[in-house]
């Protein structure tokens, strides 16, 4: 977070793998990355992503990365973008 020199308020992180997920909280620690400002989560990205635009709570930045295309993931992606945000 430091090298890129922007106050981050909260990095969410998916898989759907609960065991993924606990793995990415660890990688956390490990880069001296606070607690607080990270939110790890084990669920489907579209459910994950189609919440957060019902809750008017959008993303700044979406970085996709799924096992193969990632066709599947473009409209609720898009959707929970904030205008202006960075996919």
């Known amino acids: 977070m430091k090298e890129i020199g922007v106050d981050i308020q909260k990095i969410v ?4 793998d609960p065991e993924a997920a606990k793995l990415i909280e660890r990688n956390f620690e490990f ?3 606070p607690k ?3 939110e790890v989560k084990a669920m489907d990205a579209l459910d994950l992503m189609y919440e957060k635009r019902k809750e008017k709570d959008y993303y700044d930045v979406i970085d996709l ?4 295309t990632a066709v599947p993931f473009l409209d609720s ?5 904030e205008d202006g945000g960075f996919l």
């Open 77 to 81: 992606s898009i959707q929970a973008l």
């Open 65 to 68: 990365d799924p096992y193969g």
């Open 31 to 33: 880069n001296d990355i």
């Open 36 to 38: 607080e400002k990270t």
């Open 13 to 16: 992180s998916n898989d759907w």
